[in-house]
């Protein structure tokens, strides 16, 4: 570990104490993904209805995915806004880390955002042209799958980046972004983990809003409902699938990092539990709103789903603060300021 | 060299972060701070003399705002920092740090701003009673103000890196933030934001707009806002000048690549243009030519690219200026380097002993860390890039040159390093310049 490439940290102390950056990187990365979810699945979702409700000739299925069109293109935008707050606390606390594995696939990087620009200008376009289009369903299709696309590659080159940042010892020998798309371990299980969680969202998203429109005394139309009740299907089978997803997620760490979660860290080990515990609890929830569906069951599944998603953000970060704790100690930070600086920053 | 780098061979580093700075720039500027305000100034207008059009219209342009500001604008925004990160990691990693919690007021301010544009835009034809319809004005008002403090805000991390004031000595944040042009520099862009969604509004009205007398309504509007913002552009513009340190103010012409004369001349035709037009809304807006509103449009977008272009190489050769040179290395540690080495400092680069084999290797790491910000060996900009602009130069002349390039060219930091490091770096110029010249000549005997 001697000769790795991790520079000093910047001369400039870290401008608040390290345990309140923490705190609110998880906190606001967990804000930004849920809206990044939301915009991947419903996106996905529209298209994928939109496409069934032609082959069908059902036009109730239209209007679900245009429903699913127009909250994409809302949570797009604030997804992108909540995107910064975790991006700047991860640039100022891992900076030794995160501007290197950034650089590493700098020219990827910039792409996103051309890459954005174009999906999110498209998904504009889907959105308002969904009843001037109608007799071009071709066209308007072939648009929102070129979003979709575009929106499902995108955390690709997210996720190559933040694995990047915690293997310093293997930036040497690989740059660019497909190199390291098949280099790094653990990038697909995260990319399925993170597909599949951001599709349960999605439709747990849809199940929500519609069962707190009718709370609010709205009569719901026909394609809310089915929207609704779709909703609750998709993020209940999702879920199932989403349990073995995140063994062999698990199972793709280190081994070091690995047992942390099954005994050897007590914290660690109690999350992982809880939140299996509770995804099968909403699950239930999931499953029982298809037959019968209470103002209590809606709020409480929420509830749950927010503990998890608490959960989630938080064993996430401690993923990454184990993998980087031997580093952390190697390469100090840059807490306190000396004006008496003695490196180059 | 703390981090890898990447190479942009042909646009080269600096083109990169212009074309996503100015694309920006126009946006934040001329979209989501001056569009804005137009509209909600056309949508009150359209309440107090209940003109159904004007609403419309106004309507029209807050669509546009909001597909506008959420796609390429927010894109770009966040680009700047990508672009940063990934070719000036050292100063935006400094930035960050100095600037840590106005970011964090400014993610804020932003999520607010983008939060009241979408309400804004989607309530339009729900808030229709007069009752709502105040509110609703009410609304546009609150959103430009966020739109605005937005800029207030990073107006501040801007004009500090070229005038960080007494934070050089106190490392204070407020020092820092509430800089000597800070002020003058805010003034001068808000009115500029105004100037310049005037001018293109009006030219896309102009183009698109066929009702006469919808367009003169709009017109009208949009000649109070000018009749205000054009001088306090002039003013603040000038105030704002003055304040910036003579070094850099010298180089303001020169930064454009124009001789002093075509700078006078051009600047002033432009300034020229603009007052005509102002005064032909003002005076007659049903009558104004689309050729100056094309004019216009073009001058305006000319100015800011200018103003991009200017503002970001008058810090030459500082990134932060006194503090940190562009190519990322800190002003105080030049003594430090030279005696130590430029290797002993530098994370990423490997070979920590200069052989034979491994000398053109190390100075391309070399060129890499204290050169590849401003130059290429072969881009686009002939000026900058040294494998064109270097042709005949031996290896004798770049060695007794390079040491003291930052006298004789002030735009240029100081070379740092060994002897040994400066003769790594000299050949592997050398080899890159007789690499560029010889492909040249078989193409041309081709």
Partial sequence: MNNLPISPDNVLPIPAPIGLLEFLIILTFIMHILFVNLTISLSAGAVGLEITGRIKNNSLLDKMAQSCSFHASVHKSIAVVLGVAPLLIISVIYTQYFYSSTILIGKMWLNVIVLLIIAFLLLYVYKFMWGKWQEKKVLHISVGFVAMLILLFIPLIFIVNITSMIYPERWIDVRGFFASLFYYPEIWQRYLHFILASLASGGFYMFLYYSYKSWKGNNLKDYEQTLKLFGAKVAFWVTVLQLVAGFILLFSFKTDVRILFLGEDLLLTTLLVLSIVLTIVLCIFLFLAGYKDSFKSFTVSLAIFVLIVGIMGWMRHEVRESYLSPYLEKYPRTEQLSIQSDDIG | ?446
């Fill in chain 2, 1 to 446: 060299m703390n981090f890898p780098y990447v190479e942009y061979t042909w646009l080269g580093y600096g083109t990169v972060i212009a074309i996503i700075a100015i694309i920006h720039v126009i946006i934040s500027h001329g979209v989501a701070i001056g569009t804005s305000v137009l509209t909600v100034s056309l949508e009150y207008r359209a309440f107090k003399t209940e003109n159904e059009k004007l609403d419309e219209l106004a309507k029209t342009m807050a669509k546009w705002v909001l597909i506008i500001t959420t796609t390429v604008g927010a894109m770009t925004g966040v680009g700047i920092w990508f672009s940063t990160t990934v070719i000036q990691p050292d100063s935006i990693g400094a930035l960050l740090r100095i600037f840590f919690w106005a970011w964090v007021t400014e993610w804020i301010v932003f999520i607010t701003e983008v939060v009241i544009l979408i309400i804004y835009y989607y309530t339009w034809d729900s808030w229709k009673s007069p009752e709502k319809k105040k509110k609703h004005i009410n609304l546009g008002i609150s959103l430009s103000v966020a739109s605005w403090l937005t800029m207030a805000i990073i107006t501040g991390v801007l004009a500090a890196k070229l005038t960080p004031g007494k934070w050089i000595d106190t490392f204070s944040f407020w020092n820092a933030f509430l800089n000597p042009t800070y002020l003058p520099s805010l003034g001068f862009r808000m009115f500029l934001a105004m100037m310049l969604a005037i001018v293109v509004v009006a030219f896309l009205l102009r183009l698109f707009v066929k009702d006469l007398s919808l367009r003169e309504e709009a017109f009208k509007v949009f000649g109070v806002w000018g009749a205000i913002s054009l001088p306090m552009t002039f003013i603040l513009g000038l105030w704002y000048l003055w304040s910036i340190p003579e070094q850099a103010y010298d180089m303001i012409v020169w930064s454009t690549g124009m001789t002093e004369n075509t700078f006078k001349i051009i600047n002033g035709l432009a300034f020229l243009i603009l007052i005509v037009f102002l005064v032909w809304l003002i005076r007659s807006p049903k009558t104004v030519p689309i050729i100056l509103s094309l004019a216009v449009f073009g001058a305006s977008i000319g100015f800011i690219g200018e103003f991009e272009v200017v503002r970001e190489s008058i810090r030459k050769p500082f990134i932060i200026y006194d503090y940190m040179y562009a190519n990322g290395l800190l002003y105080q540690n030049q003594e430090k380097i030279n005696e130590e080495g430029y290797l002993a400092h530098s994370t990423w680069i490997m070979e920590k002993e200069i052989t034979e084999e491994n000398k053109v290797e190390v100075g391309r790491e070399v060129f890499a860390g204290q050169c590849l910000s401003c130059h290429t060996i072969d881009g686009w900009r002939e000026k900058r890039a040294l494998g064109k602009r270097l042709v005949g130069w031996d290896e004798e002349a770049l060695k007794t040159y390079i040491p003291t390039m930052h006298n004789v060219r002030v735009a240029m930091p100081p070379f740092m390093g060994t002897e040994e490091e400066l003769d790594a770096l000299v050949a592997y110029l050398k080899k890159e310049i007789d690499e560029v010249n010889g492909v040249k000549e078989v193409s041309q005997s081709e």
